[in-house]
């Protein structure tokens, strides 16, 4: 099983931009697929954005697309998430995990404690 730690979280006015980072224990970090999260207060935890285990194909939710960017360093065995032009909406705590490409909602890992994200107006 992939063991991640997440860390890059903080507090940000709307517009700004942070860079999540995802980080594996297990050395085949790099034969996965892998995918960001969040969860907000009250909500129930979503999809973000997904790239494949060879860095080849990326997948974002709409809420997401065109502001944040997922890519990944497998010498590091670490994920990233750059996010931009931050949102009140985007405040939530940020998981990272390894996914089923094919359906990301298939998750291998288990959920580690995540990376908080505060966006204030």
């Known amino acids: 099983q992939v063991h991640l730690v997440e860390s890059g979280g903080g507090s940000v006015q709307t517009g700004g931009s942070l860079r999540l980072s995802c980080t594996g224990s297990e050395r085949t970090f790099s034969r996965y697929s892998m995918g960001w999260f969040r969860q907000a207060p009250g909500k129930e935890r979503e999809f973000v954005a997904a790239i494949s285990w060879n860095v080849g194909d990326t997948y974002y939710a709409d809420s997401v697309k065109g502001r944040f960017t997922i890519y990944r360093d497998n010498t590091q065995n670490t994920l990233y998430l750059h996010v931009k032009s931050l949102r009140p909406e985007d405040t939530a705590v940020y998981y990272c995990?390894?996914?089923?490409?094919?359906?990301?909602?298939?998750?291998?890992?288990?959920w580690g404690q995540g990376t908080q994200v505060i966006v204030s107006s």
């Open positions: 995990n390894a996914i089923d490409y094919t359906n990301y909602l298939r998750v291998f890992g288990s």
